[in-house]
């Protein structure tokens, strides 16, 4: 049976403190062995939950509203939940809304339509979103070990030719 680790960080919902949390899950990660592109798609994954979170959850509140992080250490996986108090959302009307990605939209539409749920999607191996009092996104990446062909096409592998 896996033994897991918690480890949870609150932190205001101001967008100043995303770059804590992005320090933050790219410590853990690196901690745990994942490998560098992983962690670079965790720390963009993280963001953009915490992001949505600081940008939409107390928007329409008068309080100033925070954001909870778990970190849950698995021994093959890294779950990190994002949990937010505010205003909900239509999971299922965002979804639809966002269809396929459209190359001559300003990127701030895209993201208004969904992009970020999008990118959580292809970053991350498994993202779950509750909804009700608040938001709860959970972003699920494994740890891939022992993979020899992982790093063929990592920019850190180059061959000199000559």
């Known amino acids: 049976m896996d033994q897991t680790k918690d480890i949870v960080l609150t932190i205001p919902a101001e967008a100043q403190y995303v770059g804590v949390v992005r320090l933050t899950v790219s410590g853990i990660a690196n901690r745990l062995g994942f490998h560098y592109d992983d962690i670079e798609d965790i720390k963009l994954a993280v963001a953009e939950a915490c992001t949505n979170a600081v940008d939409h959850a107390y928007k329409e509140l008068e309080c100033q509203g925070s954001v909870r992080v778990t970190f849950r250490i698995f021994g093959d996986r890294l779950e990190i939940r ?81």
């Open 82 to 162: 994002v949990k937010d108090e505010g205003k909900s959302f239509d999971i299922e009307a965002v979804k639809k809304r966002s269809g396929p990605i459209e190359n001559h939209l300003p990127f701030t539409l895209m993201r208004e339509r969904g992009l970020g749920l999008h990118l959580m999607e292809t970053l991350m191996d498994h993202v779950d979103i509750q909804v009700g009092k608040g938001v709860v996104v959970t972003l699920t990446k494994f740890i891939h070990r022992d993979e020899v062909d992982r790093d063929v096409n990592s920019p850190a592998k180059t061959e000199s030719h000559g």
